[in-house]
C-alpha cells in the first residue's frame, strides 16, 4: 500500500505545483487541465479503494 500512497503524493504534488507555478495562460485551456488532472485523481482514488477491499476480502 505504501507505493500507492507515494504515487498519490507525487499526483497531488503534481497538481498543486501546477495550479501555483505553470498554469496556462488560456483560460479554457487550463480548465481543461485542471479537469482532466482531477480525473485522474479521483480514478486513481478509486482504484487504491478498491485494492484495498480487494485486499480485506482475502
Do not use: C, E, H, W
Not at 503534481?14 to 485523481?41: H, K, P
Amino acid at each position: 500500500m505504501k507505493p500507492q500512497l507515494i504515487i498519490f503524493a507525487i499526483l497531488i504534488a503534481g497538481f498543486i505545483s501546477y495550479n501555483i507555478f505553470f498554469q496556462s495562460q488560456d483560460d479554457r485551456t487550463n480548465t481543461v487541465i485542471n479537469i482532466l488532472f482531477a480525473s485522474i485523481l479521483f480514478g486513481y482514488i478509486s482504484f487504491m479503494a478498491y485494492s484495498v477491499l480487494r485486499k480485506m476480502k482475502k
